[in-house]
């Protein structure tokens, strides 16, 4: 690892990027410290601050350019875009708040425990403001298996379902899709490491300006936050990454109970290798290792580049063929590995294969020409 002038961490793998994704982890850095007053981060003279904005909208992080980069002397368009996407997506989470007060109000009076996930919560407690983390949709957890006994409880409010999922009922209202998760993974290698009766029973009501709503504390946010990022998306997604680095800087997360959680589970790997990640990505110098009875191996800290490069537009068969090769790494038992095994062979990962090829454009940074 080295310093730069500023005596911020540049670990190795972030050496290799341009100027400009350099210089966007410096100041989310700067960020994810502070959470408040980001310390203005110096930019290179030669910076394309065009190109900065590419990466930004591609990675759906534009309110955050208003947060960062506000005052400072760059094309005045692309100011103003940040700042409208901030004032959008504030007034979004406003709206999806108000809806989510009167879901939780409606799970209350029948009776049924209920807790929000991801962006409800991290929005409005863990940014500074609730305009600097969008959110697509609105994700709370259930506490039942049953689809018919969520169906009712909204039938009787009026509220019929959009559609029917393994381990979710779909519905819109004013607008908003929310997904009631009757579990919170639903990959079968990993589907019954996750209990959602601890989740739920850890859960606090939390008073807001609209009414209230229910939140999971910051350790058992972080099981959650790690774990769906992993299992469900591969780590893919800056803002899964950025949602973590933000959580491991909460006070309030008792680091044994995380490391004892894991070793029972067999989620050591996964968690070690993640944070680790998140720390490095950020230049947080955190140091997770030290919570957990394992050292990160240092070919395996090597795969870190083949996940960022997904992140800024540089993913290739090279990155593809490592990140899989991780997937074994995090599979701490024969029957996890076996089932890593089988997963090579899905739709998915031939859909992957092809973006890695480059014979397909997925929507986000991996496909944007930077």
């Not at 590419?54 to 368009?77: E, H, K, T, V, Y």
């Not at 599979?331 to 590995?337: G, I, L, W």
Request: glycine share 6%; aromatic share 8%; charged share 25%.
């Amino acid at each position: 690892m080295s310093t730069d002038p500023a005596g911020q961490t540049i670990h190795p793998f972030l050496t290799s990027l341009p100027r400009e994704e350099q210089f966007l982890q410096k100041a989310m850095s700067s960020f994810v410290r502070s959470r408040t007053a980001p310390v203005m981060v110096g930019a290179p003279e030669d910076l394309d601050w065009q190109r900065l904005g590419r990466i930004i909208a591609a990675n759906q992080i534009g309110p955050l350019g208003d947060c960062l980069f506000s005052g400072r002397l760059l094309p005045s368009a692309l100011l103003d875009q940040w700042k409208k996407l901030r004032l959008q997506t504030l007034f979004s989470n406003i709206h999806k708040l108000r809806v989510a007060v009167r879901l939780f109000s409606i799970f209350e009076q029948a009776g049924l425990r209920s807790v929000g996930l991801r962006g409800l919560t991290l929005a409005h407690t863990l940014y500074p403001d609730a305009g600097l983390r969008p959110m697509k949709d609105l994700d709370i957890l259930v506490d039942t298996h049953d689809h018919q006994q969520v169906v009712q409880i909204m039938r009787a409010q009026g509220h019929e379902p959009a559609n029917l999922l393994r381990t979710q009922v779909v519905y819109v209202m004013d607008g908003v899709e929310i997904e009631l998760h009757l579990s919170l993974l639903t990959a079968k290698r990993y589907r019954d490491v996750m209990d959602s009766d601890v989740l739920l029973g850890s859960r606090s009501r939390v008073a807001t300006r609209e009414g209230d709503v229910f939140r999971l504390p910051a350790d058992h946010e972080l099981l959650e936050l790690v774990t769906h990022a992993f299992v469900h998306h591969e780590m893919q997604g800056y803002a899964r990454v950025l949602d973590i680095a933000l959580m491991m800087c909460d006070p309030g997360i008792h680091w044994d109970f995380v490391s004892a959680w894991c070793r029972d589970k067999g989620l050591t790997n996964m968690f070690l290798f993640t944070l680790s990640y998140a720390d490095a990505l950020f230049g947080l110098e955190l140091h997770p290792e030290r919570h957990f009875s394992r050292i990160l191996p240092a070919r395996v800290r090597r795969r870190f580049a083949s996940y960022s490069a997904f992140l800024f537009g540089g993913n290739s068969i090279r990155h593809f063929v490592r990140r899989k090769r991780n997937l074994f790494f995090i599979a701490e038992t024969p029957a996890t590995r076996f089932r890593e095994l089988l997963r090579l062979f899905s739709g998915t990962t031939c859909r992957e294969l092809q973006l890695a090829l480059g014979r397909k454009r997925p929507p986000g940074p991996a496909g944007l020409p930077l």
